[in-house]
């Protein structure tokens, strides 16, 4: 079955530094890959989408990289402050316009000032 | 501020209760989704309507009956529930479409809290 993983553990990283954080999944050919970020308690907020033939994508402070060979996306966040501090949610999608977007768990980041 | 309104944001119903939950967006966008989110746990798809039409139904039990008045309103009636069905119920919608410039984002709303005793 398709399934995605993402580090279950916290993620806690000192103010400034680069915070990495890595989607690896199995079973699906995606045409696309995002990223949202999710606060306790409230809805996700999108933050990229990477294509499939694309390998690296930025906005701002955020840098995604997509490996198809490897099945493996990675989420940086440059100068990470503490109001990055959330869950970081990995999102894969068949194709664009389609509506079978698969969430994995996510990744909880900690940023200490 | 979400530009997708939930409604209630907190609902505690028991068991034998009749509820409805209420999801509006003023975007023009014409898919609209039901999520399940349990906590550290994955937002899942439970229904996605395109064009106020059911496009996908994950296999959810029929307590739970989507329906889609127009295209600005999604709503999810509750029957008959629970207690493993409470969770956070996400609201999103999207513009469906396949051109390059569909980032095929999502816009979800705060969530409904649901607790069934």
């Known amino acids: 079955s398709q399934k995605i993983e993402q580090n279950s553990e916290a993620l806690n990283i000192q103010e400034g530094k680069t915070a990495t954080l890595t989607c690896n999944y199995t079973?699906?050919?995606?045409?696309?890959l995002q990223w949202y970020r999710q606060d306790p308690g409230r809805g996700p907020v999108f933050l990229l989408l990477i294509r499939e033939n694309e390998k690296e994508k930025r906005k701002e402070r955020l840098k995604v990289t997509f490996d198809t060979t490897l099945k493996q996306s990675l989420f940086h966040i440059t100068a990470s402050q503490p109001a990055d501090s959330a869950t970081y949610l990995c999102a894969l999608a068949p194709d664009v316009g389609g509506f079978k977007t698969i969430f994995g768990a996510g990744t909880r980041l900690f940023v200490k000032a | 501020d979400t530009e997708v309104t939930q409604t209630p944001k907190h609902l505690v119903m028991g068991m034998t209760n009749k509820k409805s939950l209420k999801c509006e967006q003023h975007m023009g966008h014409r898919a609209m989704y039901w999520y399940k989110q349990k906590a550290k746990k994955p937002p899942e798809l439970m229904f996605v309507y395109s064009y106020e039409k059911l496009s996908i139904n994950e296999s959810v039990p029929s307590r739970f009956s989507p329906e889609c008045p127009n295209s600005s309103l999604l709503n999810l009636h509750l029957h008959a529930l629970q207690p493993e069905d409470s969770a956070l119920y996400l609201c999103?919608?999207?513009?469906?479409?396949?051109?390059?410039?569909?980032?095929?984002?999502?816009?979800f709303g705060e969530g409904s809290r649901l607790t069934v005793l």
């Open positions: 079973n699906y050919s995606p045409a696309y």
């Open positions: 999103a919608s999207s513009q469906p479409g396949r051109s390059l410039a569909n980032t095929g984002e999502l816009f």
